[in-house]
């Protein structure tokens, strides 16, 4: 593991199973080690952004550690289960409002999960959450991760913004660029997130929280996958590739000599990227081949 990332790490004490740790003043970011969620004390009440399935036993009792608020409101920042599947601890809590985009909240209608507590109020586009002391800006000018809608969650009076599933700082991104449903827009997101003054970031995921130099890098390392990915494909001819492979089995097989025409562009790509990001990102090591995987999904059929 690289040491600059562990050194940004927030410890969990692995007996307690989380930890809550001030970040701006009446902002907290609660972790377990793998999943991260966001308490924002306000004079008039705890507004908790999302609700982490593996979270979800220990939220009140975590919020309740830093102040004597209740929890009035929850803001879902997209549908997936693991950060939002732990709002079915919070249905104790009489009158919890619970925001959402209308196709989050459509989705979650549609599945019925007792898990995942449905919305009470939806928007499309922006939602100005004006609670006491604290204003919350909720904005979706696009989908970068999830089909049915994701979120950018700011408090600009304190610089502080969480965008979940799009970078984890220290780290590479996770499995195929964070599971993004839509690499097109998902190229997108970085300039969007920069485009926000901020100098506290919390990306959903593991322990640290980052700034906008995590943003510049992860940005950086993702464009250094997109443009190996383009330059090993162009330059690797796929009836030579086929042809050679063909010679030895035959033509028959097609999924198989085709395959052989995509691992070889992946696998050349996955080789570079981790030459040069080893000792910048950790997990390069580890997910480096599914982000050119992914990569040459986009840049085959889709750039
Ligand atoms: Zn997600």
Do not use: C
Not at 80 to 96: E, F, M, R, T, V
Not at 100 to 117: I, M, S
Request: glycine letters at 6%.
């Amino acid at each position: 593991m690289l040491k600059s990332t562990l050194k940004k790490s927030i410890q969990v004490d692995p007996q307690k199973g989380y930890a809550i740790q001030k970040m701006k003043p009446g902002i907290y970011v609660l972790t377990d080690g793998v999943w991260q969620s966001v308490v924002v004390v306000t004079n008039k009440g705890v507004v908790l952004v999302d609700a982490p399935e593996s979270l979800g036993p220990n939220i009140q009792k975590a919020v309740a550690e830093v102040t004597n608020q209740p929890i009035v409101t929850l803001i879902y920042t997209h549908t997936h289960i693991d950060h939002i599947g732990g709002s079915g601890h919070l249905k104790n809590i009489p009158n919890l409002e619970i925001i959402a985009l209308e196709g989050v909240a459509n989705f979650l209608r549609e599945k019925n999960d007792p898990k995942r507590l449905l919305p009470t109020k939806t928007f499309t586009g922006a939602y100005v959450l004006s609670k006491g002391d604290k204003q919350i800006d909720l904005s979706n000018p696009f989908n970068f991760h999830s089909d049915e809608g994701d979120l950018f969650v700011s408090i600009a009076k304190d610089k502080f913004l969480m965008v979940i599933d799009v970078l984890t700082p220290g780290y590479v991104p996770f499995k195929d660029l964070d599971l993004s449903s839509n690499i097109h827009e998902y190229l997108k997101v970085f300039d969007q997130i920069l485009a926000y003054d901020f100098d506290v970031f919390v990306g959903g995921h593991l322990t640290s929280i980052g700034d906008r130099n995590d943003v510049l890098e992860s940005k950086e390392y993702v464009m250094d996958v997109y443009e190996t990915v383009k330059r090993v494909h162009a330059k690797t001819n796929l009836m030579e590739v086929m042809s050679g492979t063909a010679s030895k089995i035959g033509w028959d097989n097609k999924f198989l000599l085709f395959k052989v025409f995509l691992d070889k562009v992946i696998d050349e790509s996955a080789v570079e990227i981790e030459s040069r990001w080893i000792g910048r990102l950790a997990g390069v090591d580890v997910w480096g081949r599914s982000h050119a995987s992914t990569m040459l999904n986009y840049v085959r059929w889709d750039d």
